[in-house]
């Protein structure tokens, strides 16, 4: 991971909740708000990636992070997850929806099956996990939650209709929790990733002419990678951003 440049004091000891925070970005975001002194802990399904994540970052963070094992389709083990997080940090302060299945599918084959299982994933989970961690939120004084979206459904993009709906729907649940939880000093603003190249999307997805076909149309000529999503994330997590809600923050190298 890049150095992190900026250190956000009032996030040092700090409850910090990551959903998918096993492997890509995910767990870059696991490690930066580790690097900053926060207490961390993250839900994920892959126990492998997990666990040597934590192993990795026992030996240089001041608070190991915490790995809970859960299938976000499942609304009772999600809960469960975020009330174990609460209570082995002692409370929680920052919760970051990152978690998402960007699986590729054909328009004229998706099933009523597949679109609930991707909406669950995608879009479901991230309500019923902010649902379960406003309340310690609440009873922290105030927080901040960072939700992911996607620049795909802006783009017209038509290899996955379904994740692109509820990227889209992410924007909307987004402005409604900030609605409503801003009273009780809770911020909720969004991110929107541009491509994101990780081992994953290399292995699955993107080939070479792909990047470069995004690079052309990028202002920064740069390929993008999970650790630059890291320092938009801390700053929408952290005081520094107090004055903002209800927000969306396209992070894409300009194409948009």
């Given amino acids: 991971m890049a150095e992190t440049i900026i250190s956000y004091g009032d996030l040092k000891e700090k409850g910090v909740l990551i959903t998918g925070g096993g492997s890509g970005i995910g767990a870059a975001l696991v490690e930066g708000f580790a690097a900053q002194g926060a207490k961390t802990a993250f839900i994920d399904f892959a126990d492998e990636p997990s666990r040597e994540l934590v192993r990795r970052l026992s030996a ?24 174990q997080a609460a209570c082995q940090m002692d409370g929680l302060s920052v919760l970051i929806n990152n978690a998402g299945w960007d699986d590729r599918h054909d328009f004229a084959t998706v099933t009523e099956d597949y679109w609930d299982m991707s909406q669950a994933i995608n879009l479901k989970q991230v309500f019923f996990v902010s649902q379960a961690a406003a309340p310690h939120l609440i009873r922290a004084g105030g927080g901040s939650i960072v939700n992911f979206s996607s620049i795909s459904y802006v783009r017209n993009m038509s290899e996955m209709p379904a994740y692109t709906t509820a990227k889209a729907a992410i924007i909307g649940l987004t ?17 929107m990733p541009g491509m994101i190249v990780t081992e994953r999307q290399k292995r699955l997805w993107l080939t070479e002419e792909k990047i470069d076909a995004m ?22 997590a952290s005081s520094a951003s107090a004055a ?10 300009g194409v948009l």
Avoid: M, W
């Avoid at 402005?175 to 991110?191: D, M, T, W």
């Fill in 60 to 83: 240089t963070s001041l608070h190991t992070p915490i790995y809970l094992k859960a299938d976000l389709r499942s609304i009772e083990e999600t809960k469960a997850a975020v009330e």
């Fill in 175 to 191: 402005k409604s929790l900030a609605g409503k939880l801003g009273p009780e000093n809770i911020r909720v603003n969004a991110l």
């Fill in 215 to 236: 690079l052309d149309s990028q202002c920064l000529k740069q390929v993008l990678v999970a650790q630059d999503l890291v320092g938009p994330c801390l700053f929408l």
């Fill in 244 to 253: 903002i809600t209800a927000q969306t923050l396209v992070v894409d190298g």
